[in-house]
């Protein structure tokens, strides 16, 4: 099931009164790190509109006796007031589901780099214990690890990557995990930075001066 909801307010501006500075968790390739948790009135930055959200539903085999674990996945694009994107995940498991979740992974999710944590301030019950990013060719990967599991019935905070892009589109991955990640669902489309498309106006002003610069080669 996918729910689509238009421009509206994420967290009252009101927030951003008395604000303290902003805490960031960079995650280096490699790196696991604890995540403290975060507000609007800590990174008054995070403030902004939702552009889009949408529920995933997920399904996959949990254990090697067939059970299985099910549940959605919130995803939310919001623009922030600093005027670039910042990408949320909310994670939802069934009270009849037959097991834990263990991890939620994304990846194909390229930025100048990986600010990673969880919102307190929102919606949810259970926060991730630590956030890793891996290495090599693999570092536009991360995963949100629940160390203790997201049990049937549970959801977890909004995990956040906190970025630079002024554009977005559904060009990263995400999936899944039990407890131990030994079972893993398939792949979903996630939303990513993207390079932002000039305006049309801009487009023509650009196609004005390419023509001028040929017939400047013509000369």
Do not use: C
């Amino acid at each position: 099931m996918k729910l689509a909801i238009g421009r509206i307010v994420l967290f009252a501006a009101a927030a951003l009164v008395g604000a303290v500075p902003a805490r960031a968790v960079i995650l280096a390739p490699g790196a696991t790190v604890a995540l403290p948790g975060t507000t609007v009135a800590a990174e008054p930055q995070l403030a902004g509109l939702i552009q889009v959200d949408e529920l995933i539903d997920f399904s996959f085999v949990g254990d090697d006796a067939g059970g299985l674990i099910t549940g959605h996945v919130q995803q939310r694009v919001v623009l922030a007031v600093d005027g670039t994107i910042d990408f949320y995940w909310r994670v939802f498991v069934d009270s009849e589901s037959s097991g834990a979740l263990g991890s939620f992974r994304f990846g194909e999710f390229f930025a100048p780099e990986y600010d990673a944590d969880y919102r307190t301030d929102g919606l949810g019950t259970v926060a991730p214990s630590s956030a890793t990013r891996f290495s090599g060719v693999f570092d536009s990967y991360v995963n949100f690890n629940f160390a203790g599991g997201l049990q049937p019935g549970d959801s977890s905070y909004f995990l956040l990557m906190d970025t630079t892009a002024t554009a977005y589109a559904k060009t990263a991955i995400f999936d899944v995990t039990n407890v131990g990640q030994t079972h893993i669902s398939g792949l979903f489309d996630a939303y990513g930075p993207a390079e932002a498309v000039p305006e049309p106006s801009t487009l023509a002003l650009l196609g004005i001066g390419i023509v001028g610069l040929a017939r400047k080669r013509r000369a």
